[in-house]
């Protein structure tokens, strides 16, 4: 019985030398990260199942709806669409905030067979995340939240000046050069800078040959690729459609992008995704914005 006694003492004493190594390496967070994809399959700090069917609830437009499309459309994800017009849309609002659908009376909404409703557009994009293994791993949470709130603050700008009844070529210019010039100045200084093309294919070993196209890839937070970029990049395609109107040649396209060498750098290279290049170029893609004359 001691000699048992002794034994479980000991192993006590291993394990607790043992965490404390790890800990003492700083390599705690690593291990974790590595647990966490042996266990669940999946990158992230909190992966989840997959989420099976989707259906998106929105209008027959991009707005906040467009992001979630990136991320299903990128990742393959099979997913159905509900789209409502504008004379139908009050009373369909209406029973789905009775039914608990729409849970603010607004939408993106998505609905799966396993029965989940979820609503607010950057939810949608983490829960997918989640889903697909792109939720940020859990020591870099704080820098994800960060940079989806900064696009957000950012976002929100842009819908009071497009859907007012006297947006014109002026105040779109305005609304460039006051406003969305100096915002994107802000996340210049946080892009990743562009990969080196030269080096990464020197360095490039016969066994990477099969490797994604995400070797070249540029991320906005840790080494691969999170929702945070697909957050980004829509970002950047809204505000680089917004400097493309041109009111039936009554506007000069502005090049929101000329300036921030990264933005810019990042915004290519997200764009030739295989997949997402197929979405972009789309016929069933959905329109930016309709020209009121």
Avoid at 88 to 99: C, M
Wanted: glycine share 8%.
């Amino acid at each position: 019985m001691a000699e048992r006694s002794n034994a479980g003492i000991q192993l006590t004493f291993a394990l607790v030398a043992l965490v404390a190594a790890v800990l003492y390496s700083g390599k705690a967070q690593f291990l974790l990260n590595k647990l966490n994809k042996i266990v669940h399959g999946k990158h992230g700090c909190a992966p989840i199942t997959d989420l099976g069917d989707i259906t998106l609830h929105y209008f027959g437009s991009r707005g906040r709806a467009e992001g979630i499309r990136f991320i299903m459309e990128d990742n393959g994800v099979q997913y159905a669409e509900t789209n409502y017009t504008k004379d139908e849309w009050p009373a369909i609002k209406d029973k789905g905030i009775q039914t608990g659908l729409f849970t603010f009376g607004q939408v993106p909404a998505i609905t799966t067979r396993n029965g989940l409703q979820l609503v607010q557009s950057r939810a949608i994009m983490h829960h997918l995340g989640r889903s697909l293994g792109l939720d940020c791993d859990c020591q870099d949470l704080h820098t994800c939240e960060v940079i989806v709130q900064g696009a957000d603050d950012l976002r929100n700008k842009l819908g009071p000046v497009m859907y007012s009844s006297s947006f014109s070529p002026q105040t779109k210019d305005q609304h460039i050069n006051e406003v969305v010039i100096p915002w994107l100045r802000y996340f210049e200084r946080l892009a990743p800078p562009p990969p080196n093309i030269k080096d990464s294919q020197a360095e490039k070993t016969p066994e990477d040959q099969s490797e994604t196209e995400e070797i070249q890839m540029m991320f906005w937070v840790g080494d691969r690729i999170t929702w945070v970029d697909y957050v980004v990049f829509e970002l950047l395609d809204t505000h680089v459609e917004f400097g493309n109107l041109g009111f039936n040649g009554k506007a000069t396209p502005i090049d929101v992008l000329e300036k921030y060498p990264n933005l810019k750098a990042f915004y290519e290279n997200f764009s030739n995704r295989p997949k997402l290049a197929r979405y972009l170029k789309a016929a069933h893609r959905l329109p930016f914005w309709k020209y009121r004359s």
